[in-house]
């Protein structure tokens, strides 16, 4: 148990310095490092691929390392399931799932986190039918706060797998999960510029109409540009070498963080660099195997929060963000996201009990951004949002207790499986008090 004890998320706005750091390649391994920390009267958190924003993994006790877990991996073809590491990314876990001609149901924009990462902050994609990627788990062990190792499924301990499938990593550590997958399917992509009031006026339909629908709204101007994915037989229309490059690469981060750093520099030019950004992006078609049309490079670094609100609430919330946005003091270099899921019966998903439509909001590094997300988040409250557990947000546990059905349910079980609050941190503090 050593390593480096320095570590910082993605985006660099969350750092911590552990006083130890273990690094376990089997399950007993991680019940040691548990109990380690237990009997220490430490704390202990597990750490992913840090493309959270939060400060869920941030501990100055111990730190736990699953990258080289390994757990063995699964594949049953037949029944369409994978059992793999918790601490494997969601890119190998889709390079996994094409050898055996599986695939996840759906994904969202980049595929650097971890499998547990991933699904304890209930991260999703787009796609009216089709929950968080949690909704995809039917089984999961987990190393809980006493050193136990449980195996939880629908069948078997039924309150810690509705608890644990999105647990924030404040009911134990996530050390295998099965995933029900289904047959390797390919999209057909369509981007295209439109008008924000014109999709408004069509959205029940176009989001009822296709399989993947978002959007991306560009502040300071009345343009979107709007992607729909959706399941064709063939991949006969693949995007060029060239296209993709100067699209997802060029355009998308280069030239796009150039053109954030010149807004830093010069804010008086960003209405100017909105309004040529909606336009730069034109339309465009494309095919090809799922996971490669839902993820997409990401190299460009921000800060992010997202709240999930009531669908019929959107022009309401899009009208309240469009006065946000032009009233504040600074300007904001990235474009407003816009996605969509369905209900599920997760205690702390951000979709529990209802469709939803997700409202990103993202400020350049560097760039002042808290007046901005607090604004937002006022706004997102009283219309009933949930905030992303892994985007930033300001909720505290008695503010969000009221927007979780099951929110007591879940704080019952956390009591259970960790008693003594060895997996606590600041950030769970804040959001489930102790």
């Known amino acids: 148990m050593a390593g480096t004890p320095a570590w910082s998320n993605w985006a660099g706005n969350q750092r911590s310095t552990a006083i130890l750091v273990a690094r376990p390649r089997t399950v007993d ?23 959270s924003f939060t400060g869920a993994a941030l501990t100055d006790g111990h730190r736990l390392d699953l990258s080289g877990l390994a757990t063995g991996v699964t594949v049953d073809p037949a029944r369409r399931l994978v059992t793999v590491p918790a601490g494997m990314t969601l890119h190998a876990l889709n390079e996994l799932l094409a050898t055996h001609r599986l695939a996840l149901p759906n994904l969202g924009d980049i595929d650097a986190q971890t499998v547990a990462g991933a699904l304890s902050t209930g991260t999703h994609g787009t796609g009216a039918r089709l929950g968080c990627l949690s909704t995809f788990v039917t089984a999961l062990t987990l190393v809980t706060g006493t050193g136990d190792v449980l195996h939880c499924s629908a069948d078997a301990h039924r309150d810690v797998f509705a608890a644990a499938r999105v647990g924030i990593g404040a009911v134990g550590v996530l050390v295998e999960v099965t995933l029900r997958c289904v047959d390797a399917f390919v999209l057909r992509a369509h981007e295209r510029p ?14 009822e109409q296709h399989d993947h629908v978002e959007f991306y709204w560009f502040p300071y101007t009345a343009r979107v540009q709007v992607k729909t994915n959706d399941r064709v037989p063939a991949d006969d229309r693949p995007l060029p070498r ?43 078609t494309y095919t090809g195997r799922s996971d490669r049309v839902f993820c997409t490079p990401r190299r460009v670094r921000f800060v992010e929060m997202e709240y999930a609100l009531p669908r019929a609430v959107l022009p309401t919330a899009l009208d309240a963000l469009r006065r946000i946005v032009d009233g504040l003091p600074f300007k904001v270099l990235f474009p407003v996201e816009v996605r969509f899921s369905a209900a599920d019966d997760i205690w702390l998903s951000h979709g529990y009990g209802r469709d939803s439509v997700y ?50 349910d879940f704080l019952t079980v956390r009591n259970r499986l960790d008693p003594e609050r060895v997996f606590t941190n600041p950030y769970l503090s804040q959001v489930l008090g102790d």
């Open 194 to 207: 439109a008008s924000l009031s014109d999709v408004l006026a069509d959205l029940p339909g176009l989001v």
């Open 29 to 51: 391994g991680v019940v040691e490092a548990v109990r380690v920390a237990a009997d220490a009267g430490a704390t202990i958190r597990a750490v992913g691929s840090g493309h």
């Open 359 to 408: 409202l990103a909001i993202h400020q350049y590094v560097g760039m002042p951004f808290e007046p901005y997300f607090r604004a937002f988040e006022k706004v997102a409250t009283e219309l009933g949002g949930r905030p992303h557990w892994g985007k930033l947000h300001y909720r505290d546990a008695a503010s969000l207790a009221p927007a979780y059905p099951k929110f007591s």
């Open 242 to 284: 060239w296209r993709g490059w100067l699209d997802d690469e060029f355009l998308a981060n280069t030239v796009f963080a150039g053109a954030c750093r010149l807004g830093r520099a010069a804010p008086a030019l960003v209405p100017g660099i909105s309004a040529v950004s909606a336009r730069a992006l034109t339309e465009r």
